[in-house]
């Protein structure tokens, strides 16, 4: 009589689990700051465009990130540091209302990433 065979495919599954979430993180940010890009300040597009977005791993974790590479993009952001903008949706906190807004959609959207 043989011997079951019994195969390992735990690192293959968290593998897969990990790269959903990581495509699940990618979507959210992508809509987080989508909804940041209407209330962003544009004067040159300076600001607009040095918008980035990371997604990293780090264990079991799947870590996202969106900001921006101008250096005046804290400023801006502030709402202690008074301005007027040109541009009639934009706001102070962009970033953080932009993801506010987008919340439902993003955790639908991570929600169906893990779940498929």
């Known amino acids: 009589m043989s011997k079951p065979r019994i195969s390992n495919t735990l690192p293959q599954f968290l593998a897969q689990v990990q790269a959903k979430g990581a ?12 909804e ?4 962003t300040p544009i004067d040159t597009s300076t600001l ?8 990293e791993t780090q264990g079991a974790k799947v870590l996202g990130r969106v900001g ?18 040109r ?17 439902p959609n993003i955790r639908a959207v991570i929600k169906g990433a893990i779940k498929t």
């Open 23 to 34: 495509k699940g993180m990618t979507q959210a940010l992508i809509l987080g700051a989508s």
């Open 68 to 85: 921006y590479t101008a250096a005046y993009a804290i400023p801006v952001h502030d709402p202690a540091h008074i301005q007027r903008f």
């Open 87 to 103: 541009r009639p949706s934009a706001e102070k906190e962009f970033l953080r209302k932009g993801f506010d807004n987008a919340e």
């Open 48 to 55: 607009l465009n040095s918008q980035y977005r990371q997604v």
């Open 36 to 39: 940041a890009s209407v209330m």
